[in-house]
């Protein structure tokens, strides 16, 4: 066997191998989430928001003065709600980035 018909041979095993995995992962029902993943996407999103308007330490330090973990991964999904609520704070009325904290009532 040469080793042309060698690789032949694996790429042909490879690309049945693909199929495989591909009809196996389209039988099989999608699993849904569980509420600890659910949780640390909304965690994971909380945090890029911060990031986005350069309010990570903002967010830090309020849940320091709420007496949160100082892990975020700790925090509960009542607690990224209220971290979420906070940060939309400092949005402006137009959606954008403002530099200080809106005054407006979450309410309106």
Same mark, same amino acid.
């Given at each position: 066997?040469?080793?042309?018909?060698?690789?032949?041979? @694996?790429?042909? =095993? =490879?690309?049945?191998?693909?199929?495989? *995995?591909? =009809?196996?992962?389209?039988?099989?029902?999608?699993?849904?989430?569980?509420?600890?993943?659910? @949780?640390?996407?909304?965690? @994971?999103?909380?945090?890029?928001? &911060?990031?986005?308007? *350069?309010?990570?330490?903002?967010?830090?330090?309020? &849940?320091?003065? @709420?007496?949160?973990?100082?892990?975020?991964?700790? #925090?509960? =999904?009542?607690?990224? &709600?209220?971290?979420?609520?906070?940060?939309?704070?400092?949005?402006?009325?137009?959606?954008? #980035?403002?530099?200080?904290?809106?005054?407006?009532?979450?309410?309106?």
């Amino acid at each position: 066997m040469t080793n042309a018909e060698r690789r032949e041979r @694996r790429r042909e =095993a =490879a690309r049945k191998g693909l199929e495989t *995995r591909r =009809a196996k992962l389209a039988a099989e029902p999608p699993r849904p989430e569980s509420a600890e993943e659910e @949780r640390l996407t909304n965690l @994971r999103a909380v945090l890029r928001l &911060a990031q986005e308007g *350069r309010r990570e330490t903002d967010l830090y330090y309020h &849940a320091h003065l @709420r007496r949160w973990h100082h892990s975020p991964r700790r #925090w509960t =999904a009542e607690q990224i &709600a209220e971290a979420r609520r906070f940060l939309e704070g400092f949005r402006d009325e137009t959606g954008r #980035w403002s530099f200080q904290r809106s005054r407006r009532k979450p309410w309106l």
